[in-house]
């Protein structure tokens, strides 16, 4: 920490710091809790922070802080106002409330266009008194308030599951302040969270009741440390890119190997429910991207409040409502806890069937209330958000290729009548056409036109948010039929490989574009062949290989193809310093 005289040599001291550091300025006559601070100048997320006092920028708003401290701070004495209450410069919001330094240079990023991020404190202080009285008042107002509470507090999801809140969160966030003092991180604590749910795992796949019984217990406890790798990065603030993917990732890969583990018990036992498992995937990962595409799609939408949305709010205002909304979707917390407990107390068949049942109606649910919103509200989407909707279609070189020669007819529905249209030709070839016929492979290439049709022309319209769901459910539903009717033996466990290293793809995907980075490169998505292309491989394969076990082993070559290739770019990507440490606060999971 140095101090300077005035603005001039703030700005001369900045501008020596190596351009590779953070930097921060405080006004000298700050006074407020410590943990506001943490909260304003250490939280790696955001380009530039801001509480009342102080600012923080990374080295990628360095450039932009220096420039506006230089041109618009007159060199006065640090924390005395730049100018009068009701002046701006250059655009700038009237400075009102903090006209220091620091107060002054934030609005002055804004004004250009910087993301200026201003955390919200709640009960904690943190201000620029002016004279001796103002300034007891404040040290008066930090002695009032206890910061370690409040740090506990924030240190819990804003928005949060049912299950998580009441019966997870009170006592997890302690272990998360037991992990803090003792210098374990977050990435430390995810680590050990996917360790516990794959001995879960394991235990579920001796197909014993005490196995069971171990595993319920065991993936509560890896549900609890999932709960705790988040609240140790909200107390401690150790948000970092590397546990941006683990977090986003292990989640994912816990419940498939949990799948696979019952499954595996399962058939100890001489039950088969490989495509029940499967089919509870599939339907999960479906589901996620529902979500994930409608608010790609509305995320920087201009629109008119729908009916449905305010019928919404309105029921905000209902305390119960919004738990009783919350649980009706099934997040996270809910889904494992109804698993574990099954798990410990029934068979891995009616844990299954308990999943698809809640899976479902959780997804009708869900579905139903954003078609209702969509239809209901002139929403003007931006080429930003047809971006991400064209990069969450995963559409590969076939469809690429009709898109390049042939264009949708025009309308506000055509694209996911197209998408849909494919979708349900595919589908229903791989389920009622012969097994083995051509007619499959037929109707995956009707299926790779209709799709490029579909993403020909931008995806703008008021359902077209609807066509990634549609192509996901078309792919994975393909080949889990197709496996389930070939009779040959093991081959719904490889399609379940096949189908879990597709869903890492998308995920990835996902998790991308959230962070602000863009999807995938494209030779990753012509590398796997996009979703059209999987999926007429395997409907080749389907026609081809109809004897022995050759589809089996043509299906496991595939899956441990693309979990190559998509799992070598998404390390890279990810542990890559250009990787964005993505904000957790919305998802349910």
Known sequence: ?????????????????????????????????????????????????????????????????????????????????????????????????DRTVPGRLAAELAAEGTEVKRPELGSLTATVPTCPEDRSAAQAAVAAVDDEAVRLRSAVKAHDGFFTTFFISPYSRYIARWCARRGLTPNQVTTASLITALIAAG???????????????????????????????????????MGAWLDATFDRAKEYAYYAGLALGAARGGD?????????????????????????ANHDAVSNTSPTAALSDRLDSVGWTVWLRRMIVLPIGERWAMIAVLTAVTTPRIVFYALLIGCSLAACYTTAGRLLRSLTRKAQRTDRAAGALADLADSGPLAQGVAAVLRRPRGGFTAPLLAFAGALAMVAAALFAPYGGLLTVGAAVVYAILSGLAVSRPLKGALDWLVPPVFRAAEYCTVL???????????????????????????????????????????????????????????????????????????????????????VESIRFWVSSSAPAVHDEGELA
């Open 1 to 97: 920490m140095t101090a300077a005289a005035d603005a001039s040599e703030a700005a001369a001291l900045l501008a020596a710091v190596p351009a590779n550091r953070r930097v921060a300025l405080v006004d000298p006559r700050f006074v407020g809790h410590v943990h506001a601070l943490r909260l304003g100048l250490t939280d790696p997320r955001f380009p530039v922070a801001t509480i009342p006092g102080a600012l923080t920028a990374r080295p990628e708003a360095r450039a932009a802080a220096l420039r506006a401290l230089q041109r618009s701070v007159t060199p006065v004495g640090v924390g005395s106002p730049a100018l009068p209450d009701d002046a701006a410069t250059d655009g700038a919001a009237p400075l009102a409330g």
């Open 203 to 241: 235990s579920a796949a001796t197909g014993t009741r005490g196995g069971y019984v171990a595993a319920g217990v065991l993936l509560l406890l890896s549900f609890v440390l999932d709960c705790t790798d988040g609240q140790l990065a909200r107390y401690s603030l150790q948000y970092s890119t």
């Open 272 to 296: 088969d429910v490989w495509v029940l498992a499967l089919g509870a995937m599939v339907l999960q990962a479906c589901r996620h991207v529902v979500d994930f595409s409608f608010n790609e």
């Open 481 to 567: 039929v197709l496996a389930a009717r070939s009779d040959v033996p093991h081959a719904v466990p490889a399609a379940f490989g096949l189908v879990s290293a597709v869903a890492y793809h998308h995920y990835d995907t996902v998790y991308r574009i959230r962070g602000g980075t863009g999807a995938p490169p494209r030779w990753l998505v012509r590398a796997v062949g996009g979703h059209e292309g999987r999926t007429l491989v395997v409907a080749v394969l389907a026609a081809v290989l109809t004897s022995g076990s050759g589809f089996t082993t043509a299906l496991t070559a595939l899956a441990a193809a693309v979990a190559l290739v998509v799992l």
